[in-house]
């Protein structure tokens, strides 16, 4: 991500859970979740946004003889923050375009 907004978010959401949390609270522990680390070409490591998408059907059984729950879960990631809506991946220089194309 270009941005911070992550971190800002997480360390805002800790600060007003923790201020909720009733006397005698311990150990508290707390994350902002629905981030990756996106491998790319040459091995760099991009953070994008992550939301899971999940999907529960019945299908019929092979068997015939009723049915089976089916579960599936699906990852769509965003190329921009949902925060403040910056690029998550920083464009490439067309200099550097140019030297890959000619290549």
């Known amino acids: 991500m270009q941005c911070d907004?992550?971190?800002r978010v997480e360390n805002k959401m800790k600060e007003l859970?923790?201020?909720?949390?009733p006397e005698g609270a311990r150990n508290f522990?707390?994350?902002?979740e629905g981030y990756a680390?996106?491998?790319g070409k040459g091995m760099t490591m991009d953070v994008q946004p992550v939301m899971?998408?999940?999907v529960e059907y019945e299908a019929p059984k092979k068997r015939g003889d009723g049915?089976?729950?089916k579960k599936?879960?699906?990852n769509v990631t965003a190329n921009y923050c949902p925060f403040?809506?910056?690029a998550a991946k920083a464009e490439e220089e067309p200099e550097a375009k140019e030297e890959q194309e000619s290549s």
């Open 52 to 54: 899971p998408f999940r």
């Open 84 to 86: 403040c809506g910056m």
């Open 37 to 39: 680390f996106i491998m």
């Open 29 to 32: 522990t707390a994350s902002l």
């Open 17 to 21: 859970a923790r201020e909720q949390l």
């Open 72 to 74: 599936q879960v699906m």
């Open 5 to 7: 907004c992550s971190t």
């Open 67 to 69: 049915f089976a729950k």
